[in-house]
C-alpha cells in the first residue's frame, strides 16, 4: 500500500477507485503522517473516495467528506481509528461494527459510519521507512 502515497494525485485517484470496484468498499481514506510545526504528531487526510452507488443514504457524502477533512492526533490516541494500526505499527486490521463505533476518534466520523452503514473496516497503515521519510 505504501506506493500509492508516492503516485501523483490522477494516478492515486485512478488506483483508489480501481481498488473500491475490485473490492467492493464503500470507501477509502488515505491518512499521511505529519510531523510539521504546526501540525505536529498526527494525521492528516491525504486522499479518498466515497462510493456514493452502494449508498442509499444521501447524507453519507457530506459526513464522508467532513471526515476527511479532521485531522487526529496521535499522543493521546490510545487505540483509536484511524491512528491504531499505525501507531501499534501494525500494516492492516479488520474491525468489526461495533468495534469500529468504539474506536472512532470523532463523532462525525461515527456519524458517517453510521449513516453509510458501514459494517467492517479495514485499516491499512503506512510503513515504518514511509513515515521516517515524511
Given at each position: 500500500?505504501?506506493?500509492?502515497?508516492?503516485?501523483?494525485?490522477?494516478?492515486?485517484?485512478?488506483?483508489?477507485?480501481?481498488?473500491?470496484?475490485?473490492t467492493?468498499?464503500?470507501?477509502?481514506c488515505?491518512?499521511?503522517?505529519?510531523?510539521?510545526?504546526?501540525?505536529?504528531?498526527?494525521?492528516i487526510?491525504?486522499?479518498?473516495?466515497?462510493?456514493?452507488?452502494?449508498?442509499t443514504?444521501?447524507?453519507?457524502?457530506?459526513?464522508?467528506?467532513?471526515?476527511?477533512?479532521?485531522?487526529?492526533p496521535?499522543?493521546?490516541?490510545?487505540?483509536?481509528v484511524?491512528?491504531?494500526?499505525?501507531?501499534?505499527?501494525?500494516p492492516?486490521?479488520e474491525?468489526?461494527?461495533?468495534?469500529?463505533?468504539?474506536?472512532?476518534?470523532?463523532?462525525?466520523?461515527?456519524?458517517?459510519?453510521?449513516?453509510?452503514r458501514?459494517k467492517?473496516?479495514?485499516?491499512?497503515?503506512q510503513?515504518l521507512?514511509?513515515?521516517?521519510?515524511?
Open positions: 500500500m505504501d506506493a500509492v502515497f508516492l503516485l501523483d494525485g490522477a494516478a492515486r485517484s485512478g488506483f483508489l477507485q480501481f481498488l473500491m470496484q475490485s467492493g468498499c464503500t470507501y477509502i488515505l491518512w499521511s503522517y505529519s510531523s510539521s510545526l504546526h501540525q505536529p504528531n498526527c494525521l487526510g491525504s486522499d479518498g473516495w466515497y462510493n456514493e452507488q452502494n449508498s443514504q444521501p447524507g453519507a457524502l457530506v459526513l464522508f467528506l467532513e471526515y476527511r477533512r479532521l485531522t487526529f496521535l499522543e493521546n490516541n490510545q487505540g483509536l484511524p491512528g491504531f494500526a499505525f501507531r501499534n505499527y501494525r492492516y486490521i474491525l468489526g461494527e461495533l468495534e469500529l463505533q468504539s474506536r472512532a476518534s470523532h463523532q462525525t466520523q461515527r456519524q458517517f459510519y453510521r449513516e453509510a458501514i467492517v473496516g479495514s485499516v491499512c497503515s510503513s521507512w514511509r513515515r521516517r521519510s515524511s
